[in-house]
């Protein structure tokens, strides 16, 4: 849709950015890449979310000052260079960088990436963040809340050192969330097949892949799978912290 009909809508607890509104653009730091920012501090959120353009031999900037990075591969492959050795990552490869962390990300073929950058929350006494590395084919799906059709895979271990959650969460047709989710985490979210139907506070939107969205503190959410195939969508929470931190 064009014109001015596009699906796009910014609210003041939710955000829908459709890809029919992107307006790409250089950011210092990105050797040749074309960033849109999904989501960002400017509309409210505590963290950015953003979809990066990288030809080959590209290089990305370094995340804001205190930040922790999460970089997902959605297509092309990435070079990682940190204190564990270089990897390789290929579209469903993935690596949260804690804030500090000496390292290097370049396009070793040209790549599209979803980029979260969020300030760190310490705690007494864990670790400053670590450095996780990982592809998301190694993940297994879990049924949420025993539901098979409605699957997790936790990208992200759950332990101290870190305080963000980032998950994939695949609906077969017709799944759905067992209830209408109202909590104090905020959340970023991509989809990257199919088509659903979300709600958030009183509002109700049709997503389908490359949609983003957020998702304030507090804002009622629920959604359901519709169409002849399966959705998915890659989901950031703040995690692991005290409410409000």
């Known amino acids: 849709m064009t014109g001015p009909h596009a699906r796009t809508v910014v609210r003041r607890d939710h955000a829908v950015i459709a890809p029919e509104t992107h307006v790409p653009g250089p950011v210092p730091g990105w050797s040749g890449s074309e960033h849109v920012r999904l989501i960002s501090p400017a509309m409210g ?38 204190d564990a050795g270089p990897r390789i990552l290929g579209a469903g490869g993935y690596a949260y960088i804690p804030p500090g962390t000496a390292h290097s990300l370049t396009a070793s073929a040209a790549a599209r990436v979803c980029v979260i950058d969020k300030p760190y929350v310490p705690v007494p006494g864990a670790p400053h963040g670590r450095l996780i590395v990982g592809e998301a084919a190694d993940r297994p799906p879990e049924p949420m809340l025993g539901d098979p059709a409605l699957t997790v895979r936790q990208l992200l271990p759950e332990e101290p050192a870190l305080d963000l959650a980032v998950n994939l969460m695949a609906f077969a047709p017709g799944a759905a969330l067992p209830f209408v989710e109202t909590h104090v985490m905020e959340h970023g979210l991509l989809v990257l097949e199919g088509t659903l139907v ?19 503190p507090f804002c009622p959410q629920w ?15 703040d995690w692991n912290r005290e409410a409000g931190a």
């Open 198 to 216: 979300y709600r958030f506070a009183d509002h109700w939107y049709p997503l389908g892949a490359g949609d983003a969205v957020w998702m304030g």
């Open 223 to 237: 959604c359901c799978a519709y169409g002849p195939g399966r959705a998915e969508y890659l989901i950031y929470k």
């Open 45 to 82: 959120a505590g963290f950015s979310m953003s979809l990066v353009a990288m030809p080959a031999g590209a290089g990305a900037g370094p995340p804001p000052d205190g930040a922790g990075r999460f970089a997902y591969v959605l297509e092309g492959a990435l070079a990682l260079e940190a």
